[in-house]
């Protein structure tokens, strides 16, 4: 699990939201539109070396 910060604006590529951890990793993750700008706890699903991807979603609900 990790805290995540939602940038304002979709990934162009994907559509997905996106977004930084406290480590720096970039996620990309399904969600509303509302989730932007918000800080919330996400758990990491898989990782696509192929993509250079990390997908995450939320975690339970979480919005910090």
Request: no cysteine.
């Amino acid at each position: 699990r990790s805290n995540l910060i939602v940038e304002s604006q979709r990934d162009k590529r994907t559509n997905l939201l996106t977004g930084y951890t406290d480590k720096y990793i970039r996620l990309f993750l399904n969600g509303d539109d509302y989730l932007k700008n918000k800080l919330i706890s996400v758990k990491i699903i898989s990782v696509n070396d192929e993509e250079n991807m990390v997908l995450a979603h939320l975690d339970n609900g979480i919005i910090i």
